[in-house]
């Protein structure tokens, strides 16, 4: 089974301010629905609580939050103590790809326990104000490979890049 990060970042790998997005991108969202659709989806309790109510839990997909509360309850949700058994979950019921969606503090646990296989990543052509950042991460471990660039449009208010990071294997 792959574990698979996906994130939207600015220029300097901005991804939030105040527990939001920083942009309203509906050909990001789609590829992000399209492509963590029928899978286990691993978040922060903040990000989860970050989905408008309206789309919590993320349909088509199992929602894991990880939660340093034991005893917590979240409809639609299965809550999970860590990242690792979250995967193990994930691998258990036979998903063959699992997507960590974030907040900040998952992403970079993720990345510090070298867990991740590939990455997903947006890079929104602006600069913003934010709160939360993606980690920085060795580029030479990974290859990159373009999948698709989007200009600014009357929907999309940034031009943005889609890429796919692969770990190299040594």
Do not use: C
């Amino acid at each position: 089974m792959k574990v698979s990060l996906i994130v939207a970042v600015g220029e300097n790998f901005e991804i939030g301010k105040n527990n939001d997005l920083l942009w309203h991108l509906p050909k990001d969202m789609r590829f992000f629905t399209q492509t963590t659709k029928g899978h286990y989806v691993i978040m922060g309790r903040k990000n989860w609580d970050s989905i408008p109510l309206k789309y919590r839990p993320l349909s088509g997909r199992d929602n894991v939050v990880v939660s340093r509360k034991m005893n917590l309850e979240l409809e639609g949700a299965i809550v999970v103590s860590t990242i690792e058994e979250g995967i193990e979950l994930a691998r258990a019921k036979g998903d063959t790809e699992v997507f960590i969606i974030g907040g900040g503090q998952i992403y970079s646990e993720a990345l510090r326990l070298d867990l991740i296989d590939k990455m997903y990543i947006t890079k929104v052509h602006a600069n913003f104000d934010a709160d939360t950042f993606f980690p920085d991460f060795e580029m030479n471990n990974w290859i990159e490979e373009s999948i698709e660039h989007f200009e600014a449009d009357e929907k999309n208010t940034f031009s943005f890049s889609i890429s796919k990071f692969s770990r190299k294997v040594n």
